[in-house]
DNA sequence: TTTATATTGTGAATATTGTCACAATAAATT
DNA sequence: AATTTATTGTGACAATATTCACAATATAAA
């Protein structure tokens, strides 16, 4: 398996490119990726021959070719769905960031067990939780996004595997039991911030 | 330096043990954890080791003195005080979480340049760009969030480094550029989408 | 008390990750 | 055309992280 430090030096790389491609360039070296990105040269070019981008010896890489690589690598050539369970504060934050469709992810629908919020915003539908897997099963849902408060985070999760779904983004405080072939990738703030904290006091 | 990987375990660590210890546990055995977290039960041992956890042979651990252990690794017996610059739809979620009060942080102040938003929201003060030096200086900041525009948020995060900020938790979809003494981390929901939906292919 | 059992703590072995150094090579310059 | 220069691509090496294996040891059971 894949290094997740690796998939995230990707993923890193694609948004320096897309940068840089956005300011006029059309080829980069792996050292002016470098700098942008704060890896080595090195590793970069280790990391691109990993993609099977080749460079040309002297000339660098061209950026649509290291960006279509990186797509490919993700399999994102076309819309990844995902649906988002609880819409309260951060729920609908997510379902108002716009930046999804550039990268071609859809919120394709969101639930919530409060009948108040069961209606359309910002353009998403929002059902009740009993309509959650008929919608992963009919749209072809490839993860699901869990947004309700810590204690109710596992029972949704349960649900969410027993309708197949194999990616879970949880931003509960709360670390979640899946089977083996469930991917969770835990978004906490508050360690996020720690953690930033902790840096920073050792650069004081 | 410590890893990254092992500050962040950790964290993960704190979150299992704090939910162990609501369901009534004193006590905790290595392999208990690494059935909570994923992680093996001899790295937990060792990393338990480096922030001089001592457990009984044969008795486990004690959870208390581990939670106090990683609370004095980080350095949060007092609260640690940041502050927020865009307080849009993300920077607004964020400013209404409660949980960091919890976790001893504290978000003192938010900044904002569209004057709609310059008002006290959710107890939190919302001021103009124009007072962030004084409040970084006055309140002794430990970190700043950035919760604005792509676009802006270069421009935002040189004008926190210049105010002294050491570590900033990077909202926008960009790799800031920063002095080598200044920590960010990104938090980038698209990329993480991304990785999650990666790994549920492959376990389809 | 003796024996069996379970768990920690850690040195050694292994695996993984990243860096270094440089040959290969293409472009630019003279 | 010959020479210089800049960059890729990669094998060898170094560093780091993780697992393995087991001695040390405390508790429980007989
Ligand atoms: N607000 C933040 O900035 C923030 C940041 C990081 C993490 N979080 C975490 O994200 C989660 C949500 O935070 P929030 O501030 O948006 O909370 P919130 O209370 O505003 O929203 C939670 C939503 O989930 C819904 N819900 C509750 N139980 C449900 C269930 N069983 N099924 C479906 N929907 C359910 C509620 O009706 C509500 O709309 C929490 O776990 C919180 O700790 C929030
Ligand atoms: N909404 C999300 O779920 C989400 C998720 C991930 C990342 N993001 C990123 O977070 C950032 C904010 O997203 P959002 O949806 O909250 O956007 P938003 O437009 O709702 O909010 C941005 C806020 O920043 C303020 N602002 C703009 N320029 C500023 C400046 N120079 N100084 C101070 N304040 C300034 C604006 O007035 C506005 O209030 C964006 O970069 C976005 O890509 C958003």
Chains 1, 2 share one sequence.
Do not use: W
């Not at 993609?51 to 290291?66: A, L």
């Not at 949704?156 to 027993?162: F, G, Q, S, T």
């Amino acid at each position: 398996m894949s290094s997740t430090e690796f998939t995230k030096r990707l993923l890193t790389y694609r948004l320096s490119l897309l940068h840089l491609q956005e300011i006029g360039l059309n080829d980069v070296y792996s050292h002016l990726i470098a700098g942008e990105t704060g890896f080595s040269a090195a590793l970069i070019r280790k990391d691109f021959s990993r993609i099977n981008v080749k460079g040309k010896r002297r000339g660098g890489y061209e950026i649509d070719v290291i960006l279509q690589a990186i797509n490919n690598y993700f399999g994102d050539d076309k819309v990844s769905k995902v649906i988002l369970v609880g819409m309260g504060n951060i729920g609908s934050a997510i379902a108002r960031y716009k930046d999804f469709q550039n990268q071609k992810l859809r919120i394709v629908a969101a639930f919530d067990i409060d009948p108040a919020k069961q209606r359309k915003k910002f353009s998403i539908p929002v059902y009740s939780m009993g309509k959650c897997q008929e919608i992963i099963y009919c749209y072809e849902i490839e993860a699901g996004i869990i947004a309700v408060p810590a204690f109710s985070a596992q029972t949704v999760c349960d649900r969410l595997v027993y309708c197949g779904i194999k990616g879970i983004l949880n931003f509960a405080p709360v670390n979640l039991k899946v089977p083996e072939e469930v991917y969770v990738s835990n978004v906490s703030l508050s360690n996020e911030l720690r953690h930033v904290i902790y840096h920073a006091k050792q650069n004081k």
